[in-house]
């Protein structure tokens, strides 16, 4: 129950706890609201649940609840209350210049799900803030929603009420407008006032006419209250909702430093570990000078962020939660050059986050390896790319002091930034040093121009026709049981028919039909009643519910009628097959290349399955001949595969996988196969692994920066794929005139026989041996070989015939090679068709390299070909293509 205004505190407060720290703060929070009837809950992912792709990371505390809010799952509990992991990049040019901002922060809050409001939230709040938190009740001020006349309305009179009903007098209550005082999630949907508790830190950090709202360090926000109570519709009116909600936000971080009385979050205990690893390796102190402070707080927030990204399953890469991770990860490396820190420390920043927030995040510990991985991976990476662009950021100089002048263009520094990533700030810090400036605004207009670009290219945040289809879920008036793990058909009733927006929905109180999932496909089949057969087109997911998509083939549906579901056999067991060989295949992978490997994404159909894992480089053809025979001999063994329901906790105790971008509840499905794998899963699978048949590996590519694919078939589509592969080989040997097992012998001998025509028609040609010398020098970005290097002696027609042959040893590769000869330079680029999937361009890359040579070329997106005139900067011209090619890649 709320608690009794009449025993809340006014003056003298208690004394305050000056030693408190963040671990304190949380568990003080949770055990509070828990005693006040709140089921604790905990922490969801940095990587929203796969159903919610309004946004690429948890941005706050009520995120992971959205579903219960809007009605579209049944909570486990009408009060609620978390700490939640959240990252935000909103202000992230402003982490380090302030000293409240952060990327990564924890959230504590308190949620009503159609029980208290209003003044049940303004008790607890003030009752926490005073009796638990010892704060001074004479130092608390309060924000209301002062009224909107767009909206209709006036100020929010209930919630002054509210907070006057606990003792805070007119004076301290301040009305603020819509933009600070009014919550909304989007253009649409639940909406309401919020209420904002500030707190006063006294004279030392401001002045006595400072207020709240006025964004300044001495009154300072720690606690927002958001009322849900009305729904925000198109035409910008306002109806009450059916259910009045709350929703709150406590930040750890901010509490811990008034408790603390330390003047900004970066002094808190839990985050001076991070900013003394900076002291210690740079020799500079927190406070020397701005410079120095801004950078050691960008270490220390970009470190927390860093750590935990990496430990919720997101890997670097140019893609969007991947680019959010890079873009922290080299803030924090350029940070610690402006430190003077030259070694790579990443690692051991990880490692302290680790030891700082392992005891309340144990994943951190459980994950180290994981996460040290890639930070290590990733500075390598980047610290490459500062070389390089340094060699371009010189040659940038150089032409400006011919000129004769002290500026740089913006397109210069931004070409540099944009295309090689190259920091800007580094770029005005060295140009400093030689005496030069650069545009700031014309760079801040290309910058606000790129913007606009990814904005036009970001994802929906909303999908009419699937809001439709949870209206029609929700007016059902009744949940479908899911019945399809016992069986594959149902005798039922149509519970509910509606043509919707085009589409015929129904909803039956039990379905056999799979609702698409966690990457397997929805079921299709038959839904007969006795006036009308319908196919099942689509089986839509709202929350723990579902509807189907009908198409009707004769007759009329009627809701009540008594219907038989049917689901497609043969379909579905296809299907079953791909999903627990998925499961090997994870299995195999981890158990082959290490346990950085994490799934990150899937398609599981009846013709295939697609699995995307985090890895940083191409299998070899050991690697992937090791990973099916270790899934075929599974597959052989015949483990029996079984599914548990458990609680999350105990699943995670026995080992079990939880999924990138998957929602859990309190209580889990476990699949385990025996003695192979244990992973939380909701799909279907079969009983045991000899069912699947054959397991055969079809494709291995790269899906992104530091994701690789694989691609395979199972089952009848893995049988179908054998006869195939039979009739090509008996029809090749068939051309020959040889015996099926001597095609492969023939086929070589036909390839000495074209290589010898091939070099009889040349002109003389390089050593043979050098294509295999640039194969070996090759390195591997983004899973795709790239091999950039001088060539001696050659002219353009060697160059291009050795490109194409050092490209066709390494497969997936970029060749980019350069020779200079009688005063010229040539330059060939030869890409596979894996790199431009990635999107590399040929014909732009050996374009900008001969530029810096003082030549031009262009080509093909595969292949290109370019000259210049200068031989002494063909060394800056290969460095250029290098570049270009790891930023794409990388």
């Not at 959205?66 to 040019?93: M, W």
């Not at 607890?124 to 001074?136: H, I, N, P, R, V």
């Not at 709240?212 to 009322?227: A, C, I, K, Q, S």
């Not at 490692?351 to 996460?371: F, H, K, Q, S, W």
């Amino acid at each position: 129950m709320a608690a009794d205004p009449a025993h809340l505190p006014g003056p003298p407060p208690p004394p305050r706890l000056a030693r408190v720290t963040a671990d304190e703060i949380r568990e003080k929070y949770l055990s509070f609201f828990e005693e006040r009837g709140h089921r604790r809950m905990p922490s969801a992912s940095l990587v929203p649940s796969s159903y919610d792709p309004s946004v690429l990371l948890t941005t706050a505390g009520m995120q992971p609840f959205k579903p219960y809010f809007r009605g579209e799952e049944r909570a486990p509990h009408n009060r609620l209350t978390s700490c939640q992991k959240c990252f935000r990049t909103v202000d992230i040019d402003v982490v380090g210049t302030t000293k409240r901002h952060l990327t990564f922060f924890e959230m504590l809050g308190n949620f009503s799900i159609g029980d208290y409001f209003k003044q049940g939230a303004v008790e607890f709040a003030m009752e926490f803030s005073t009796k638990q938190l010892g704060l001074d009740f004479e130092r608390i001020w309060v924000t209301v929603f002062g009224g909107d006349e767009e909206f209709g309305l006036g100020p929010d009179d209930e919630a002054i009420e509210c907070w006057r009903a606990v003792g805070v007098p007119h004076e301290r209550i301040v009305q603020l407008g819509r933009e600070d005082n009014f919550w909304q999630a989007g253009p649409t949907g639940p909406c309401g006032p919020c209420s904002e508790l500030y707190y006063d830190r006294g004279p030392a950090f401001g002045g006595d006419d400072e207020r709240p709202g006025d964004d300044t360090d001495r009154v300072v926000e720690y606690w927002n209250l958001v009322f849900m109570q009305y729904e925000l519709h198109e035409d910008g009116s306002l109806t009450p909702l059916p259910a009045k909600n709350i929703d709150t936000g406590l930040g750890v971080d901010r509490m811990a430093a008034i408790l603390q009385d330390v003047p900004s979050v970066f002094e808190t205990r839990h985050f001076r570990p991070m900013v003394e690893l900076g002291e210690q390796l740079s020799g500079h102190n927190y406070g020397d000078d701005e410079r120095v402070t801004r950078a050691l707080r960008i270490l220390a927030d970009h470190g927390r962020g860093m750590t935990f990204l990496l430990s919720d399953g997101v890997v670097p890469s140019n893609e969007e939660r991947g680019y959010v991770l890079r873009r922290i990860m080299r803030r924090a490396i350029q940070q610690g050059q402006v430190l003077g820190i030259q070694q790579s420390f990443l690692p051991q920043l990880a490692e302290r986050v680790i030891e700082a927030m392992g005891g309340a995040y144990p994943e951190l510990a459980r994950n180290a390896d994981t996460i040290t991985r890639w930070a290590t991976s990733e500075e390598e990476s980047f610290r490459r790319t500062l070389d390089q662009g340094e060699r371009l950021l010189s040659e940038v100089v150089r032409r400006a002091r011919e000129a004769g002048t002290s500026w740089i263009e913006a397109a210069d520094a931004f070409k540099l930034h944009d295309t090689y990533g190259f920091p800007y700030e580094l770029t005005k810090e060295l140009l400093a040093e030689a005496g030069l400036a650069v545009d700031d605004q014309g760079f801040a207009e290309l910058m606000e121009q790129a913007r606009d670009v990814a904005r036009r290219g970001m994802r929906r945040t909303g999908d009419q026709g699937h809001e439709q289809v949870v209206e029609f879920a929700r007016s059902a008036g009744f949940a479908t049981r899911f019945v399809g793990y016992e069986a594959l058909e149902s005798e039922t009733t149509l519970g509910a028919v509606e043509q919707v927006n085009g589409k015929l929905l129904a909803k039956l109180p039990e379905s056999p039909f799979y609702a698409e999932g966690g990457g397997q496909v929805s079921d299709s089949g038959v839904v007969e009643t006795p006036s009308a057969t319908a196919q099942v087109v689509d089986v839509y997911r709202v929350g723990d519910d579902q509807a189907l998509a009908l198409q009707l083939e004769s007759g009329e549906l009627q809701p009540g009628e008594a219907a038989k579901a049917v689901v497609d056999r043969d379909l579905r067991l296809a299907t079953m097959c791909n999903h627990t060989a998925t499961h090997l295949l994870h299995a195999a992978l981890r158990q082959r290349l290490g346990t950085h490997v994490r799934q990150a994404g899937s398609y599981v159909g009846p013709d295939k399955l697609r699995f995307d894992f985090t890895h940083g480089e191409r299998l070899s053809a050991a690697d992937a001949a090791a990973v099916e025979d270790a899934v075929n001999s599974w597959i052989i063994q015949n483990h029996p595969v079984f599914a548990v329901q458990t609680t999350r906790d105990q699943a995670e105790a026995l080992g079990a996988m939880a999924l990138f971008g998957e929602k859990y509840g309190d209580v889990v499905r476990m699949v385990e196969i025996e003695e192979v794998s244990r992973e939380l899963c909701g799909g279907t699978h079969v009983g045991a692994t000899a069912e699947i048949g054959l397991f055969h590996l079809t494709a291995e590519t790269s899906s992104a920066a530091n994701v690789r694919r694989i691609e395979a078939v199972t089952g009848p589509a893995g049988v179908d794929l054998f006869r195939r592969r039979t009739e090509e080989l008996r029809e090749i040997a068939g051309l020959l005139r040889v015996p099926e097992d001597q095609v492969t012998a023939a086929v070589r001998k036909l390839q000495e026989q074209v290589k010898a025509a091939r070099k009889a028609d040349q002109a003389p040609s390089l050593d043979p041996g050098v294509a295999d010398r640039l194969a070996d020098s090759k390195t591997e970005v983004g899973g795709i070989g790239v091999v950039v290097e001088p060539v001696d002696g050659a002219d353009q027609r060697a160059l291009n015939a050795l490109a194409d042959a050092v490209r066709q040893k390494l497969g997936d590769a970029a060749v980019v090679l350069g020779a200079a000869a009688d005063g010229r330079v040539f330059l060939v680029a030869n890409f596979a068709p894996a790199a431009v999937e990635r999107g590399l361009k040929a014909g732009e890359i050996v374009k900008a390299a001969a530029e810096v040579a003082g030549g031009g070329g262009g080509g093909r997106d595969n292949l290109a070909q370019a000259g210049a005139r200068d031989p002494e900067k063909l060394p800056d011209a290969l460095a250029t293509a290098r570049l270009a090619i790891e930023r794409a890649l990388a």
